[in-house]
């Protein structure tokens, strides 16, 4: 066979690949769609607990509250869509797959954990106004590791809210029908709920940062847009081991003020919106725990400051 028959066969072999994932990947998932609420819809020997990550060989990742595997197929219930999918077993990284559950599931015990002691010591630590730093004149910085804005003459904690990471849908299937992959996996991280619930109406409020960390923090705010009931943060691509992560943010300046206590100023005043302070490492990215609050007009509202 000459190299050129060779080249037209492979060319035509592609085409027809191209065409039967473009026919066949809407009808199947449409197939595969059943109610959620359906218990018997379940498969009885899943051993998947909710929310893992079923790790793709090209990388990308699919999170199902369960799966089966059925010959050469996978179908599993897909947390992103809400639905039952199908996949082939042989696109399915299985010794990624039990590597990335495990992880999975050390990081969220340890993100419970980690809000669970917040909470406690928000509840019982008193107010030492002694061993408190004065940050203006009759207001003192509270004592505790955390987050807290100064809104006027008021300095109060911001809480921690835990963002999520999903794949792109639109990325997977461009991945699918791409014979070399060549397409960046995207995910997006995103904020539940259109409004934070901690408000205030200041342009020009001021954080501070309480730490034990002995290195030099790295805090970015960063604002967010609304879509639907979620609050998007920021879009991470990713292509040949390599990360571009997007997301719009505010300048800020900052000052140690104390050993372990860093302030942080606003270069422009903030606009109506929803905000979120991340803090950002250099090797593993953005923290998906935040700290949200919104920024209200002036005209007609009052700050709401939850307890």
Known sequence: ????????????????????????????????????????????????????????????????????????????????????EEIPAAMVDWDATKKAQAEDAKQAAALDEKVKAEDEAAKVMPLDVDASLEIVPGVFLPPGEGIFILDGRTILPLHPSAASSKLSKKRFVEQVVAPIPIVPSRRAVDLPGAHASFRITNSSPEFYLRTTDPGQPEVELIEAHVHGDKRHIEDVDSLFMQQDEKRKTVSLQEWEVAKGVYRFTLGQPLKPGEYALAEISAKKGMDLLLWDFGVDPTHGKKAAHPK
């Open 1 to 84: 066979m000459s190299i050129r028959h060779k080249i037209r066969s492979a060319i035509f072999a592609t085409i027809v690949f191209l065409v039967g994932v473009l026919v066949i990947w809407p009808n199947c998932a449409v197939a595969q769609q059943k109610p959620a609420s359906s218990s018997q819809e379940q498969p009885a020997d899943s051993s998947v607990p909710k929310g893992k990550k079923l790790v793709m060989k090209d990388g990308t990742s699919q999170i199902a509250s369960s799966y089966q595997v059925q010959g050469d197929r996978v179908r599993y219930f897909s947390v992103e869509r809400g639905e039952w």
